[in-house]
């Protein structure tokens, strides 16, 4: 096991954790993602803008809060408390759809599970780079990621055999279940980051939602993964508008739809777990940084000409299953192993702005120029027009791969000159 995987004996126990910690986390959004969807389609794909706006403004809310938090409690304590008040969440959510059919519930419910999903795997990743060093995470976070994905397979399948059984709304009791037991398995997490004496994590985090932004333009290196990230939501809006104006198109009837989105997830997430468990290790160690970063904005450039030439549901279902599949398993662990080169600070205030603030506000200003767009053109005119954007995405790429390669150069030059005094002696 340790040649397929080359995870040492010690390494087995946390692994595991966050393997599992991951899983039932996305267990738990996947089995919520095809309503939220589905959700999408039904308020219009024209107005799908004002629910990234909305999403956006909801996330610079919270963000705050959550620094101010930061500051007050330590972080084994704080995270397990933002699960539970998510699990809280889902309750009402419950109760609302159970008693009320208020059509401002799906617009809520919408936009609260896109910034649920954004946050939790945001604090998923900051407390991974704390437990796990630079070269842990080019070989762990391929088996850890996996843990997301398998979860991703395991939720849809719950979906698929019980929602006509039970219902749609008690799936989310069965969601909040998952949840639950993810933040069970981060507390396992907890306890093994206390064995190792990262004593780190008990030190409350200063800082804030400016403080976040602040660190991000001081630094050269934090502001390239900014540009990287921004660029990137930008092509992922721009697929997703492409998505739902295609599938409202195709089929007239929300159970198709929801099946569609169902089927999708099942290819993405299967090939994703494929790739996670035996290719991300040796890609991110043999290929490098460098080749991760740039992977998928090369697939994008090409999905995009693909739906220029044809807006079929087949080449759409091709470009997202090529782009998804190789976004989660190959770019996003490189987008976090990233991270693994800044300070604690960097990790949760800078960070959590750019997967969060940054992330969404890309979103938004995406969707009204999309919108703005397809006022003025066809979807396969937008669609040759998103091609420059993935050739500069690329490029923020390659920087912030040659970027990543000089700390790491720059950190074991000076551990060697701190070592090499104590050779002499």
Request: glycine residues 6%; proline residues 3%.
């Amino acid at each position: 096991m340790k040649k397929v995987f080359n995870i040492s004996n010690e390494e087995w126990k946390p692994t595991m954790a966050s393997f599992c910690y991951f899983f039932f986390m996305m267990s738990s959004y996947f089995i919520l993602r095809p309503v939220r969807d589905e959700m999408g389609i039904q308020v219009g794909a024209e107005n799908m803008q004002w629910l990234f706006t909305g999403t956006f403004i909801t996330m610079l809310l919270i963000v705050p809060v959550f620094g101010y938090l930061m500051k007050r409690y330590q972080r084994q304590k704080l995270i397990p408390g933002i699960y539970i008040f998510f699990c809280f969440n889902i309750l009402v959510f419950y109760f609302l759809f159970s008693t009320l059919k208020s059509p401002l519930i799906p617009v809520i419910f919408f936009i609260w599970l896109s910034v649920f999903n954004l946050f939790v795997i945001s604090i998923f990743w900051s407390f991974n780079a704390d437990i796990f060093s630079s070269d842990q995470a080019k070989r762990l976070y391929g088996p850890i990621a996996a843990g997301g994905s398998s979860g991703a397979i395991f939720g849809p399948i719950i979906t698929s055999f019980l929602a006509g059984q039970i219902g749609v709304t008690n799936l989310l009791l069965i969601s909040v279940l998952l949840l639950g037991l993810a933040t069970y398995c981060l507390k396992q997490l907890i306890k093994h980051a206390s064995i190792r004496e990262e004593r780190k994590l008990l030190a409350p985090i200063k800082g804030s939602i400016w403080e976040g932004l602040k660190l991000m333009i001081q630094s050269p290196y934090l502001k390239q993964i900014g540009l990287f990230v921004l660029l990137y939501t930008c092509i992922s809006t721009f697929l997703y508008f492409e998505q739902a104006h295609i599938i409202s198109v195709a089929f007239a009837d929300s159970e198709d739809r929801t099946s569609y989105f169902g089927f999708r997830d099942l290819l993405v997430n299967s090939s994703t777990l494929f790739l996670q468990f035996f290719i991300t290790e040796r890609i991110l160690r043999k290929a490098g940084i460098i080749f991760c970063l740039i992977l998928v904005p090369i697939v994008a450039l090409f999905g995009f000409l693909s739906l220029g030439i044809s807006q079929s549901v087949v080449v759409l279902l091709i470009v997202q299953v090529l782009y998804r599949s190789l976004n989660f398993s190959i770019q996003r662990p490189s987008r976090e192993v990233l991270f693994t080169k800044v300070s604690v600070q960097e990790k949760y205030n800078a960070k959590n702005f750019i997967d969060t603030a940054l992330y969404r506000g890309g979103d938004a200003l995406s969707g009204w120029l999309f919108a703005g767009l397809s006022s003025l053109a066809s979807l396969q005119v937008i669609s040759f027009l998103a091609i420059p954007i993935a050739v500069v995405w690329g490029i923020a790429g390659l920087r912030s791969g040659k970027l990543f390669n000089s700390q790491t150069f720059n950190l074991d030059k000076k551990e060697l000159q701190h070592d090499h005094p104590k050779k002499s002696a």
